[in-house]
């Protein structure tokens, strides 16, 4: 064993990686900036000073005291956007995605909640449309409900001429039920009547309206979920969304491959006898584009292909919509690849940088996490990245079920980012040497 060749081996091995600027990019800086993006989004040291709120709705029917009151509390949350909409609004825009959750109150909720506080009876039914990609956004929702419907609901029954009523009623009701009904009559009108008694004292003395009766108290409502999908025997399927961001990925990926390749013929010298063929930088320039294009498109029916055959995807939506979308997104992805041929110096150091953009473009498209949870200021700025456009529209047509409208303005963006590829490809293009 020769330990001096080892030696020269592994210090020719330094050499060359302290030389490599990609492999320097790719091992050091990538990993730093994906540690330091999910870091951020997900509070980083502390809890981020512009945390992105939820954005949900609250559908009042009710219009009472208690359901202005639960709307107004929600709209304080720090973790809720809240938009006051109508109950065909609020369907809508959850299908959509525009909002993730909305409460719908119905009429009489406030007086019933108060009368069922003490009787548990005919409690009112309060529906929660949830977008089904965000679970937890209705867990989140849920339990923000029940803390201020609380709140606002004892308010109202252990204050006023309100409270009085609902007392009355109840006591009323316990009296007259039987033991199979009320197995506890007789501790219940125990505490009805020290309730009532208490509220009298308060009224009384100025005291403030519920103090000290809030705790140990029911929920004196019933809340279900209900998934609004594009259709309601259509259930929501998860992989939907990761091959909308893993094919948006990996077609980039191949938009890279073909810039590198181009780069590969000049530093190879095969540059020379592609110009020796009869087309003009136009002509050429057109078919690395179709040649691309039709890859990315092959591409793209395969990962379908496996998608609706074997996790059981479907595109719910406009057929039209999805295929205009595929086509616009991989021509896109054809002129990147010209135009990282154009402005590139060489294929390594282009395929590092062109790596780490593709990264942060599709952490910025919401294909790893959703966009929801960025903060605020990045939501916004996320919208300038194409790829959000891309997986935003594919969202839409599949498992969203929306028709082509919703795909109109993701193709815009699509296309404008194509032209603008293609126009620094053009521009910079080096045909003469």
């Known amino acids: 064993m020769s330990l001096t060749a080892i030696r020269a081996l592994v210090r020719n091995d330094l050499r060359v990686y302290r030389t490599d600027r990609r492999a320097l990019l790719i091992g050091i800086l990538v990993p730093i900036l994906v540690a330091a993006f999910f870091g951020y989004v997900f509070g980083g040291s502390g809890q981020a000073a512009d945390p992105g709120k939820i954005p949900v709705a609250v559908v009042d029917e009710d219009h009472s005291e208690i359901s202005r009151g639960i709307a107004a509390a929600l709209a304080q949350d720090p973790l809720l956007a809240v938009r006051q909409l109508t109950r065909a609004s609020a369907v809508a825009q959850v299908r959509a995605g525009t909002v993730q959750a909305a409460a719908v109150l119905p009429a009489a909720f406030g007086d019933q909640a108060t009368k069922a506080l003490f009787s548990n009876r005919d409690r009112p039914q309060v529906t929660l449309l949830v977008d089904p990609s965000q ?40 009296n007259h039920a039987t033991p199979a009904q009320v197995p506890e009559r007789t501790e219940l009108k125990a505490v009805l009547e020290a309730a009532q008694a208490l509220l009298a004292r308060n009224a009384s003395a100025g005291s403030a309206p519920g103090s000290g009766l809030q705790r140990g108290l029911s929920i004196p409502y019933q809340m279900t979920t209900r998934e609004m999908t594009s259709a309601s025997n259509i259930p929501y399927n998860g992989y939907a969304h990761s091959f909308a ?36 930088k136009a002509q050429f320039l057109l078919a690395k584009a179709l040649g691309t294009t039709l890859i990315g498109l092959f591409q793209f029916l395969v990962v379908y292909t496996v998608a609706c055959l074997v996790f059981q995807v479907r595109i719910a939506g406009s057929v039209a919509g999805f295929a205009a979308l595929a086509v616009c997104f991989c021509v896109l ?22 790596m780490m953009v593709i990264l942060l473009l599709v952490m910025l498209g919401g294909a790893w996490v959703p966009a929801f949870v960025f903060p605020r200021w990045l939501q916004q700025a996320s919208l300038a990245a194409p790829t959000r456009w891309a997986v935003d529209g594919l969202d839409s047509v599949t498992w969203r079920g929306q ?31």
């Open 135 to 174: 679970p937890t956004t209705a867990r989140i929702v849920q339990g923000l409900f029940a803390e201020y419907g609380m709140q606002e609901i004892t308010k109202a029954a252990f204050s006023g001429a309100s409270g009085q009523a609902a007392l009355s009623e109840g006591l009323d009701w316990v």
């Open 245 to 280: 961001g893993m094919t948006v990925q990996f077609i980039l990926f191949t938009g890279i491959d073909a810039g590198v390749l181009l780069l590969l013929a000049r530093e190879r010298g095969v540059w020379q006898r592609l110009r020796t063929a009869p087309v003009s």
């Open 333 to 354: 992805n054809a002129c990147f690849g010209l135009m990282l041929a154009a402005i590139g110096r060489s294929a390594g150091a282009t395929r590092g940088i062109a």
């Open 403 to 433: 028709g082509f409208a919703t795909a109109v303005a993701p193709l815009v963006v699509l296309g404008a980012a194509a032209l603008v590829c293609m126009a620094v490809a053009i521009w910079r293009f080096r045909w003469d040497d």
